[in-house]
Nanobody
């Protein structure tokens, strides 16, 4: 059983910062790409940032220069440092990871339960 558990959400004023964490636990062989998504009620879930196992990162245009994704492979953890937060960053943030459960080519995708981020103006 693989689980992704997020933490670090909360309420912050515009211009402030938050750091989200997501820990993967359970039985698996390797974690490949890890990512953060966000979703506002009534809207589609959108990609915020990704980080490959080797460290290559990609960001949505709306967060470039303000958010930073990183990972600690020894701790099976991905982070999202969010700076200069804006009210439009308010959303539920979800951790995503693609894992190999066993050595081989088959990969499976997992999601965390989400953590709420609210940015007040």
């Amino acid at each position: 059983q693989v689980q992704l558990v997020e933490s670090g959400g909360g309420l912050v004023q515009a211009g402030g910062s938050l750091r989200l964490s997501c820990v993967a636990s359970g039985n698996f062989f390797r974690i490949n790409t890890m990512a953060w998504y966000r979703q506002v009620p009534g809207k589609q879930r959108e990609l915020v940032a990704t980080i490959a196992s080797g460290g290559t990162t990609n960001y949505a245009d709306s967060v470039k220069g303000r958010f930073s994704i990183s990972r600690d492979n020894a701790k099976n953890t991905v982070y999202l440092q969010m700076n200069s937060l804006k009210p439009e960053d308010t959303a539920d943030y979800y951790c995503n990871a693609t894992l190999n459960l066993t050595p081989g080519l088959i990969r499976r995708e997992y999601w965390g339960q989400g953590t709420q981020v609210t940015v007040s103006s």
